[in-house]
């Protein structure tokens, strides 16, 4: 099952924040974090493994409720070279290969 | 150091021609392999994985295959080609089941005219 992803696009000015979400109609064991620059191959950034973990990559950080079966990335003082789709991943359960992708949010972040 | 490749890098193929897509691991053994699609809208569609020679499981009915005939090699096929199987396919590898990052090729542009 994908997992939906919010929101589908966003636009920054350099030095603001953004959350993108990740939910899923199924438990999740964890959730990882992909970045995609346009005509290049996605490039990880993070899992996480424990429900309400918090995880951080530079000035970028996600956050894990199994619970709630969902997962938010933060990008804190977005840069420039933040631009592009990020994509995240949820595996089911512990021991599965099977790893599902979101449709992705796509990021612009302008000077 | 693990590499991972994938060619061609680009196709144009007529609807109806068949199609196979090579993916090679090097510097590693019994990886995780998995074949993508990225298409407009749809994100990264899995399609196939595998987790040992000869084992493939599938995750989207179409008329494409998929074959692991050694370790770390990885085959995506099909025998008629659609309109719908333009994309970019990306071959992909991990080492463990629910740890540890997702290695990806440099991907496949299929076009089907």
């Known amino acids: 099952q994908q997992p939906v992803q919010s929101p589908q696009a966003v636009i920054l000015r350099e030095g603001e924040d953004a959350v993108i979400n990740c939910s899923s109609s199924?438990?999740?064991?964890?959730v990882h974090w992909y970045r995609q620059k346009h005509g290049e191959a996605p490039v990880f950034l993070m899992i996480l493994l424990k429900g309400g973990e918090q995880k951080g990559h530079e000035k970028i950080s996600a956050s894990f409720n199994e619970k709630k079966q969902q997962s938010s990335l933060y990008l804190t003082a977005s840069q420039l070279s933040y631009s592009g789709t990020y994509f995240c991943?949820?595996?089911?359960?512990?021991?599965?290969?099977?790893?599902?992708f979101g449709k992705g949010t796509k990021l612009s972040v302008i000077p | 150091s693990q590499t991972i490749h994938q060619w061609p890098a680009t196709l144009v193929q007529p609807v109806g021609s068949p199609l196979s897509l090579e993916c090679t691991v090097e510097g590693t053994s019994n990886p995780n392999l998995y074949w993508y699609r990225q298409a407009a809208g749809r994100g990264l569609q899995l399609l196939f994985y595998s987790v040992g020679i000869g084992q493939i499981s599938s995750e989207v009915p179409q008329n494409l295959s998929a074959s692991r005939p050694q370790d770390r090699q990885f085959i995506l096929s099909s025998k008629k080609l659609l309109l719908s199987d333009s994309g970019f396919y990306l071959c992909?590898?991990?080492?463990?089941?629910?740890?540890?990052?997702?290695?990806f090729g440099e991907g496949s542009r299929l076009t089907v005219l």
């Open positions: 992909a590898w991990k080492q463990f089941a629910n740890t540890g990052e997702l290695f």
């Open positions: 199924k438990a999740l064991y964890s």
């Open positions: 991943g949820t595996v089911p359960s512990p021991g599965s290969y099977q790893l599902t």
